[in-house]
């Protein structure tokens, strides 16, 4: 008999699944990309070699198999978490500040923080949502003792423990990137997703203007929601009613940015030591379900399951999701085919230099070419 090996993610990204009814929620929960969560519940069929899932018009079920799988699964994983509570030390206990942007707050952080809660409950953690530059100066003089933080081009020591890929998002009907010049909301001057945004349309030499300045994602959110501009940030935080764009719409390239994490000289406790190993572990946890491998969906395959399989509708009480034309269900089915080819070659980041800072309104007309 072959043994075969499941990965714990796999069964926690069916619970999530089956919990939300939604890939793109259970992406944001898990700190893990729309793709990612698809070809994690594809591996588990393809393990498994059952179909766990099947279409029916707009709806998904979980097939008898499924409901099997999905029963051990809860098992495993409150088996698995409980382990992980008894192998840590209750014991320790204390107060650590946690310093991060809302970026990674929000849509990374969330399902790590559970865990670590659940293994050390006597630690209270403080939660410090600010940009990344003022973040490292707070690290050094000891005010925030851990700092999740994207590097910046004048950063220096920190761990890197994850690569971010940055996109161009707007809202789901929006076509503000259709303007001319291209309306941009970004992050304040000084932040590299900021600079890299600007620095690629400009050697693509596209005009654009500033239409929103906000120091918190919900802000660029906000002004993509409404089909006022164009914004980047990671794909993690690419969530339901938004789109990601791209070279279809004429648009460059972006590239990754390191994600560092800090901590305080001063941050000597076994809490701030036990927040920062977890963190470490968790956000190393690469998806590499994405290397060297796509999701091979087309109209045809939405009819069947993520690996293939077809299969029908199970006995009583099938557990089925809505499709509908709820952007936040429909994910589930037919993920977008620009999110399932992500870019997984590492792309080096060119220091950015000293900009000016640039007026809400101001247009950048690309200069003429001087003769080579």
């Given at each position: 008999?072959?043994?075969?090996?499941?990965?714990?993610?796999?069964?926690?990204?069916?619970?999530?699944?089956?919990?939300?009814?939604?890939?793109?929620?259970?992406?944001?929960?898990?700190?893990?990309?729309?793709?990612?969560?698809?070809?994690?519940?594809?591996?588990?069929?393809?393990?498994?070699?059952?179909?766990?899932?099947?279409?029916?018009?707009?709806?998904?079920?979980?097939?008898?198999?499924?409901?099997?799988?999905?029963?051990?699964?809860?098992?495993?994983?409150?088996?698995?978490?409980?382990?992980?509570?008894?192998?840590?030390?209750?014991?320790?206990?204390?107060?650590?500040?946690?310093?991060?942007?809302?970026?990674?707050?929000?849509?990374?952080?969330?399902?790590?923080?559970?865990?670590?809660?659940?293994?050390?409950?006597?630690v209270q953690l403080e939660?410090?949502?600010?940009?990344?530059?003022?973040?490292?100066?707070?690290?050094?003089?000891?005010?925030?003792?851990?700092?999740?933080?994207?590097?910046?081009?004048?950063?220096?020591?920190?761990?890197?423990?994850?690569?971010?890929?940055?996109?161009?998002?707007?809202?789901?009907?929006?076509?503000?990137?259709?303007?001319?010049?291209?309306?941009?909301?970004?992050?304040?001057?000084?932040?590299?997703?900021?600079?890299?945004?600007?620095?690629?349309?400009?050697?693509?030499?596209?005009?654009?203007?500033?239409?929103?300045?906000?120091?918190?994602?919900?802000?660029?959110?906000?002004?993509?929601?409404?089909?006022?501009?164009?914004?980047?940030?990671?794909?993690?935080?690419?969530?339901?009613?938004?789109?990601?764009?791209?070279?279809?719409?004429?648009?460059?390239?972006?590239?990754?940015?390191?994600?560092?994490?800090?901590?305080?000289?001063?941050?000597?406790?076994?809490?701030?030591?036990?927040?920062?190993?977890?963190?470490?572990?968790?956000?190393?946890?690469?998806?590499?379900?994405?290397?060297?491998?796509?999701?091979?969906?087309?109209?045809?395959?939405?009819?069947r399951s993520p690996s293939?399989?077809?299969?029908?509708?199970?006995?009583?009480?099938?557990?089925?999701?809505?499709?509908?034309?709820?952007?936040?269900?429909?994910?589930?089915?037919?993920?977008?085919?620009?999110?399932?080819?992500?870019?997984r070659e590492p792309v080096?980041?060119?220091?950015?230099?000293?900009?000016?800072?640039?007026?809400?309104?101001?247009?950048?007309?690309?200069?003429?070419?001087?003769?080579?």
């Amino acid at each position: 008999m072959n043994l075969i090996n499941l990965d714990i993610r796999m069964l926690r990204s069916l619970m999530s699944v089956v919990e939300t009814g939604s890939i793109t929620e259970t992406a944001r929960r898990l700190g893990r990309t729309q793709p990612a969560i698809t070809l994690q519940l594809q591996r588990l069929e393809e393990l498994t070699g059952k179909a766990i899932f099947i279409h029916e018009g707009r709806r998904l079920f979980l097939t008898a198999e499924g409901e099997t799988v999905l029963s051990y699964a809860r098992s495993i994983l409150g088996f698995h978490d409980e382990l992980l509570s008894q192998l840590a030390s209750p014991d320790i206990e204390g107060h650590v500040v946690l310093g991060t942007p809302d970026l990674y707050a929000a849509f990374m952080l969330p399902a790590i923080l559970k865990i670590f809660r659940k293994a050390f409950p006597r630690v209270q953690l403080e939660l410090n949502c600010s940009l990344s530059t003022p973040l490292v100066g707070c690290v050094k003089r000891g005010e925030v003792d851990i700092a999740l933080v994207t590097r910046m081009n004048d950063f220096t020591g920190g761990q890197v423990v994850r690569q971010e890929q940055l996109i161009w998002m707007t809202g789901e009907q929006s076509t503000a990137y259709n303007e001319k010049p291209i309306p941009l909301a970004l992050l304040p001057p000084g932040n590299l997703l900021r600079d890299h945004a600007i620095e690629q349309l400009e050697a693509a030499r596209l005009r654009w203007r500033i239409a929103c300045v906000s120091q918190s994602v919900s802000g660029l959110q906000a002004a993509a929601f409404a089909g006022m501009a164009v914004t980047v940030l990671g794909r993690s935080a690419l969530v339901r009613n938004m789109r990601e764009i791209g070279a279809p719409e004429g648009l460059p390239p972006l590239p990754k940015v390191d994600l560092l994490l800090y901590k305080s000289p001063h941050a000597t406790s076994k809490a701030a030591s036990a927040l920062h190993d977890y963190l470490a572990h968790y956000l190393n946890l690469d998806d590499e379900l994405l290397l060297g491998k796509e999701l091979p969906l087309s109209m045809d395959d939405a009819d069947r399951s993520p690996s293939g399989h077809t299969g029908t509708k199970p006995g009583p009480g099938p557990r089925g999701f809505e499709r509908g034309g709820d952007a936040h269900n429909q994910v589930l089915v037919e993920p977008r085919r620009d999110n399932l080819k992500p870019d997984r070659e590492p792309v080096r980041v060119e220091p950015a230099g000293n900009r000016r800072g640039r007026q809400p309104g101001q247009i950048y007309r690309p200069r003429e070419r001087r003769p080579a």
